[in-house]
């Protein structure tokens, strides 16, 4: 069974701070997502990362995806308020053939002043 | 109407009530899910439909039952629910051959008396 496992879960940082979100995964897969949740909201589709070593970068949030190591981190830099949301990543270990995605608990993010 | 659409926003049923929620997508996509999103809990994939055909059953109680009359559409029909099947209740839609990058609507925060 797939698990799909991100740290931290919460997390509380100040403006203008870098940091880290982990997502590791435990089946081989090439294929991972990360979305943003705003409270009371859906999901927003953030990045797909598509290959070991792929790398995508979108204002201060930049995603990367080591397969080997069966983990994708979400870096934050010089955070601002507006990033204060749920973070989450997902995992198709089907090769693209079934829809199937696997989702993280999420990391909650609070940005403060 | 753009993306993708949830009817209702919001519904409170009995646990002997019959309800629908409604999902619409006008994307153009061919694939269509249903998502449980609880509180503390990672999102959990329910079903999945590929060009109106069912390709996922992700072991969901039968008091849940899909309905997926054409690829634009999708419904999920309720009844004699339980407490616990209080949640927020996501669709997706996303493109065969695309790299199943997920679309989602803003839920229906279903509460369950």
């Known amino acids: 069974e797939l698990k799909v496992e991100q740290n931290p879960l919460f997390l509380s940082m100040q403006e203008g701070k870098n940091y880290t979100i982990y997502c590791n995964y435990s089946t081989t897969s090439d294929r991972l997502y990360w979305y943003r949740q705003d409270p009371g909201k859906s999901l927003e589709s953030l990045f797909v990362l598509l290959s070991n070593g792929a790398v995508k970068q979108e204002g201060r949030l930049m995603a990367s995806l080591d397969t080997k190591a069966r983990l994708s981190t979400l870096h934050i830099t010089a955070a601002v308020h507006d990033l204060s949301a749920t973070y989450f990543c997902?995992?198709?270990?089907?090769?693209?053939?079934?829809?199937?995605?696997?989702f993280g608990k999420g990391t909650l993010l609070t940005v403060n002043p | 109407e753009t993306g993708v659409t949830q009817t209702p926003r919001h519904l409170v049923m009995g646990m002997t009530n019959k309800k629908s929620l409604k999902c619409e997508q006008h994307l153009g996509h061919n694939a269509m899910y249903w998502y449980k999103q609880s509180a503390k809990k990672p999102l959990e994939l329910m079903f999945v439909?590929?060009?109106?055909?069912?390709?996922e059953n992700n072991s969901v109680p039968s008091r849940f039952s899909p309905e997926c009359p054409n690829s634009s559409h999708l419904f999920l029909h309720l009844h004699t629910l339980q407490p616990e099947d209080s949640a927020l209740y996501l669709c997706?839609?996303?493109?065969?051959?695309?790299?199943?990058?997920?679309?989602f609507g803003p839920g229906t925060r279903l509460t369950v008396l």
């Open positions: 439909y590929n060009f109106k055909e069912q390709t």
């Open positions: 997706a839609s996303s493109q065969t051959g695309s790299y199943n990058e997920q679309f």
């Open positions: 997902a995992v198709d270990i089907s090769g693209g053939s079934n829809y199937k995605l696997t």
